[in-house]
């Protein structure tokens, strides 16, 4: 079972981002008030450690930081 490393909450707290690290990382895009699960995509990264919100317009970009 893999662990959430590191998460991320929009400016308008509406969005949390959570990132886990291992061999399957992944990104997902959660609804903060219902836990509902929008979005989901693989990394590349085997060590992610932080994340943060840029947000342009209406699309919101995960930047991943390595270590």
């Known amino acids: 079972l893999e662990q959430v490393s590191c998460i991320g909450l929009n400016g308008a707290g509406t ?3 959570s990132g886990q690290t291992g061999p399957l990382s ?3 895009i959660w609804k903060f ?3 509902e699960c929008m979005a989901m995509t693989k990394t590349h990264a085997h060590s ?3 994340l943060r919100y840029e947000c ?3 699309i919101v970009v995960v930047t991943q ?3």
């Open 15 to 17: 969005l949390l981002a």
């Open 26 to 28: 992944v990104v997902r």
């Open 33 to 35: 008030d219902t836990g």
């Open 48 to 50: 992610l450690h932080s």
């Open 56 to 58: 342009l317009k209406s």
């Open 65 to 67: 930081i390595f270590r």
